[in-house]
């Protein structure tokens, strides 16, 4: 088993134990969170579904990130990942939303942010968590990496949340 399934069945059962249900909104990961969890049978006991706002106006537009967000400080940040994980939670009535914006490369970097800069963020029940993580190697690599920690994210607070 990979390390993807192991989370995911990891997650899937954290979730049916708690009776919650879960939704994404991803943009680095463009599905792929989504994809791995729907690769499950049975899952649409409490996924809900996912939004890939990869642009700036579906994440101001459908996720109700401010607009004044982006503008101060990006839409790879803390607060914009905060914004997402809450506002797909609303969006598609979900009792857990897990956010992924980053930098996949091979451009888009800066000093400040790197190719490979990723924040995660995970709400249940008010609370909220978010991660920064700046992952190394490719595209694909630095894609697969968020999936993995998203996943991980979305279990713990589940558990905590």
């Not at 599905?31 to 049975?42: F, K, Q």
């Not at 970097?109 to 924040?119: D, E, L, M, N, R």
């Not at 190394?136 to 279990?155: C, N, P, T, Y």
Request: include cysteine.
């Amino acid at each position: 088993m990979t390390e993807v399934e192991t989370c995911v069945y990891e997650l899937i059962d954290c979730l049916k134990a708690r009776d919650l249900t879960l939704a994404f909104a991803e943009s680095l990961t463009g599905g792929l969170i989504s994809a791995s969890v729907v690769a499950v049978p049975g899952v649409s006991s409490f996924f809900n579904g996912a939004i890939v706002s990869y642009s700036n106006e579906v994440k101001i537009n459908t996720l109700k990130v401010p607009s004044d967000v982006i503008s101060s400080v990006g839409a790879v940040s803390k607060e914009c990942a905060e914004y997402m994980a809450r506002g797909v939670a609303g969006v598609l009535d979900s009792d857990v939303g897990v956010s992924a914006t980053g930098i996949a490369g091979p451009d888009g970097g800066s000093a400040a942010k790197p190719v490979g800069t990723v924040f995660i963020s995970a709400y249940c029940n008010g609370r909220i968590k978010t991660e920064r993580f700046v992952f190394e190697g490719d595209r694909l690599k630095i894609r697969e990496q968020s999936v993995v920690e998203a996943l991980k994210l979305a279990k713990e607070i589940a558990v905590n949340g």
